[in-house]
């Protein structure tokens, strides 16, 4: 397949333009996090409406969609799915956790890592709960969480 020139400079130009915005995003992992920010426009989305896969303010989160965005406001691109954040993030202790650590749960009865959250600190932190709720703060002293803990992340 051949493409004419003025298409090959209509590609390029697109390209270019396409990296346009008000903040670049880079890989999170070995790039300095801002933790206020992140935590921040997470707070900013406190009563919107959980949304399986939902990924913004105007058709709601689910958690790692909530993680994501909040990301993505500090200018810092994460993977979308929680499986994935799990495994890019460098685990932690739990008494090492930072506000903007990443904390994970198995909430569907199985071993595998199904729900995340941002830590806010004093063992709090801001998620998308699930279908009907709305994203909200809990507590990991809540015996629900307590009992699915999984383990802690820090991208």
Known sequence: MTF???AIHLFLLLFFLSGCGS????????????RA????????MLGKPYRYGGT???EGFDCSGLVQYAHKQAGILVPRTT????????HIPLNALQPGDLVFFHTQGRR???HVGIYLGNKRFIHAPSSGKRVSIASLKD?????????????
């Open 143 to 155: 015996s629900y969480w307590k009992k699915r803990f999984t383990g802690a992340g820090r991208l």
């Open 56 to 58: 913004s303010p105007s």
């Open 37 to 44: 920010e992140v935590i921040h426009a997470a707070r900013s």
């Open 23 to 34: 903040k670049p995003y880079r890989p999170a992992l070995h790039q300095k996090v801002d």
């Open 4 to 6: 004419s020139r003025p």
């Open 83 to 90: 499986g994935e954040l799990y495994r890019s993030a460098l």
């Open 112 to 114: 595998y890592v199904s």
